[in-house]
């Protein structure tokens, strides 16, 4: 019996097989039809960029995108130096895998601070220094937004208005949206959104992952496997898709119970349950 193509937009992301290594990860995609992948910082640093890049390109796979890069809402003039460092090496690296877009998780607010305009504000500030070293390296920057619980701590953009609102500062060709369906499903303001963002050109890149309960004690862990949650994951691909949007959709699952599965496993689940619930 022929296996059925794994549909042509479906990428991995890295952190949903956490359990393979980056050869794994090249080899069990190969093997499935996969053509791309979204890639974290960390173990392709651990495993060498430039050895990720010879890997990824000699298995003819795409980079969707790399995470991350962000963190800027620092109030003191060390704390932005170090943010505008490493996101400049993040820029270097994106450029070197040949990734779509660098995503950036923008940061929550410093320890005793509760000002969020002022946090966004520091945003923009450092954006307006890191976008023209992206465009020189040829790299697209994607502004997440966050679910609101993470707004303390990892990222005081909880919407994807807010998200326009920030990148709309820039030019189109430079700075977008990414479009995360578990972050960003609850918002009755999406569609009209998604349609402010595709008619500027702005979404650069979707991820998917359902909205599970009740949700674990580390939130973060708790994206749900494509089909388990509450989240019209078709409908919000087709509004994408009206905004203009046609590349690449990532899956995107932190989810320890997939972890402690076999990989080529999980890679075959997930490819169906996307086939079912998103294509």
Request: proline residues 5%.
């Amino acid at each position: 019996m022929n296996r059925e193509p794994t549909p042509a937009r479906f990428s991995l992301n890295q952190e949903t097989i956490r359990q393979w290594s980056l050869p794994e990860l090249v080899r069990g995609c190969t093997e499935a039809g996969v053509g791309a992948v979204g890639l974290w910082r960390e173990p392709v640093r651990k495993f060498g960029v430039r050895q990720t890049a010879k890997l990824i390109a000699g298995a003819g796979l795409r980079v969707s995108s790399l995470c991350r890069g962000g963190f800027f809402t620092a109030a003191d003039p060390v704390g932005r130096t170090a943010a505008l460092e490493d996101n400049r090496r993040a820029v270097e690296e994106a450029a070197e895998l040949g990734a779509d877009v660098l995503v950036l998780v923008s940061g929550g607010l410093p320890a005793g601070d509760r000002d969020l305009i002022a946090a966004r504000d520091r945003i923009v500030d450092v954006l307006g220094e890191l976008t023209p070293w992206a465009a020189a390296h040829g790299v697209r920057l994607g502004i997440e937004a966050l679910h609101p619980m993470f707004a303390a701590d990892r990222c005081v953009v909880s919407t994807l208005g807010q998200a326009l609102d920030l990148a709309e500062r820039f030019p189109a060709e430079r700075v977008g949206v990414v479009v995360d369906a578990y972050h960003l499903w609850w918002d009755e303001r999406l569609p009209a959104q998604l349609g402010r963002a595709g008619a500027g050109g702005r979404i650069v890149s979707v991820q998917v992952a359902d909205w599970v309960t009740p949700l674990p004690e580390g939130v973060l862990m708790g994206r749900g496997q494509l089909g388990d949650g509450c989240i019209d994951l078709r409908g919000l691909r087709e509004l994408t898709d009206e905004a203009g949007y046609h590349g690449p959709i990532e899956v995107e699952i932190f989810r320890p119970g997939l972890w402690a599965r076999e990989g080529s496993e999980v890679l075959r689940e997930v490819i169906e349950r996307y086939r079912r619930h998103v294509a």
